[in-house]
């Protein structure tokens, strides 16, 4: 199974249109996970045609969006518990409120935005995953989503990199 995983995509305002480079994992994918800051509720009808989505709400959503998604989710697939924040609020780093949001859920790996910073890391047995952002790198080299590839008793997370939005 492989899960194409966004945050931050902010459309329209940074792009008109998904960037060709998303374009070409989200052909590939059996599911979509988004961790807020989609910015219209276009944006997820449009995921929507390549595969089934999964997301939740981040600061900037609007009311459509807001009725349809929470601020928090979790999922299993392949026996790997998955959960979803997009990781604003107040105190405390993005990562460290996106654990605080589930302390008391067991899960393998958060997936959480806000920050547009790329990151993957482990922090005691829970894999953190920030994709970045496909459309507003910031001061990031680069733009970027994910990739988890799960298969029966594993799983490998990656970040897909490109220079170019359009």
Not at 66 to 74: F, M, V
Not at 103 to 113: A, Y
Not at 125 to 153: A, C, H, M, V
């Amino acid at each position: 199974m492989q899960i194409v995983i966004l945050s931050d995509t902010h459309m329209p305002r940074m792009a008109k249109k998904l960037p060709r480079q998303l374009i070409t994992g989200l052909e590939r994918a059996d599911l979509i996970l988004h961790a807020g800051d989609w910015q219209t509720i276009e944006v997820l009808e449009e995921l929507q045609q390549y595969a089934p989505v999964i997301g939740v709400i981040g600061n900037v959503d609007g009311p459509e969006l807001k009725e349809r998604l929470g601020k928090k989710e979790w999922i299993v697939r392949n026996g790997i518990t998955i959960g979803i924040t997009h990781g604003d609020g107040k105190g405390g780093t993005t990562e460290k409120r996106a654990l605080t949001a589930f302390q008391t859920d067991s899960v393998d790996i958060i997936v959480f935005g806000h920050s547009h910073i790329p990151l993957l890391k482990q922090v005691n047995g829970i894999t953190l995953f920030n994709p970045g952002s496909p459309t507003d790198k910031r001061r990031q080299p680069q733009f970027s989503y994910g990739i988890l590839q799960l298969t029966e008793t594993s799983f490998e997370l990656k970040h897909v990199f490109f220079e170019d939005k359009s």
